[in-house]
């Protein structure tokens, strides 16, 4: 019996560490044809960001004084780390500083995108075939995270495809469209990001679309497009018709002067450089 029990373990942990091989190639494999800056030799990048009609917003939501060029700078190092500083507001104001920087701070994965792996090294990992391609089934098996439960899927040639959870009562689909260019050495850019929300009665979608640029044999945004739309169904009630409401919303994002490894991010992180 000891013999057997022991055995049934050796079995599982083979094929559990088969499973998580198996994941593993899959992600490595989508990483792989996909566009990395970084395998392009960026070591150091300075940028700035702009978004259409935000200082309009800022002034009629309050009194910020002078507005002029309301623009942030960026500055990139490896392993993702950023200091983000927001220029044209008058001195003062941290609190709305530190809130746009925040703001900026969600757009930057377009920049400098982050391996899918990386958001899965807390989850125990299986793999899943399909009519479509394959699905990786990501679980937290300790349930501490706020996302326990996880599906990743891929098409028949490896590409990421959509991203599928529920949290917090929303289910919440991401939708990856990407391609390669001419630049780009057959490696694929995302060109949508399409996430879905669906709570009760309302659906939200944020659609974003990506145009590029290179700057030193270099591929990067050149402006990221957002729409958002949200609907609701509201159900019939005594005398009152089904409702459905829409409101769409949208802004765009521009990426302009990369400076690309001149170490001016090195310096600015360092303290030796203000601006």
Request: charged share 25%.
């Amino acid at each position: 019996m000891k013999k057997l029990a022991l055995f049934l373990i050796l079995m599982m942990a083979s094929l559990a560490n088969v499973m998580a091989n198996e994941s593993s190639d899959l992600l490595q494999e989508n990483e792989i044809k996909n566009y990395d800056p970084q395998k392009q030799g960026l070591k150091d990048l300075v940028f700035e960001a702009r978004i259409d009609n935000l200082a309009e917003i800022l002034k009629a939501v309050g009194n910020f004084g002078n507005v002029t060029d309301l623009h942030f700078k960026i500055y990139w190092l490896p392993t993702n780390q950023y200091k983000i500083d927001v220029n044209g507001l008058p001195p003062g104001f941290e609190e709305v500083r530190n809130d746009l920087a925040t703001l900026i701070k969600t757009k930057l994965d377009f920049v400098i995108p982050s391996p899918v792996q990386s958001r899965l090294k807390d989850y125990d990992l299986k793999v899943e075939a399909g009519v479509e391609g394959k699905t990786i089934v990501a679980t937290d098996l300790q349930g501490r995270l706020p996302i326990t439960l996880m599906k990743i899927n891929f098409d028949k040639s490896g590409k990421l495809s959509t991203m599928n959870y529920a949290t917090g009562g929303q289910t919440i689909e991401t939708k990856f469209a990407s391609s390669p260019k001419s630049w780009s050495n057959n490696k694929n850019l995302l060109d949508t990001l399409t996430i879905t929300t669906k709570q009760g009665i309302q659906t939200n979608i944020i659609t974003n679309k990506v145009e590029y640029l290179t700057e030193s044999g270099i591929g990067f945004p050149s402006k990221l497009i957002i729409k958002n739309l949200t609907t609701a169904k509201i159900p019939a009630q005594g005398d009152k018709k089904e409702q459905n409401l829409k409101q769409e919303t949208g802004t765009t994002v521009r990426f302009s002067n990369y400076e690309v490894n001149t170490g001016k991010a090195q310096r600015y992180m360092m303290g030796g450089q203000k601006r």
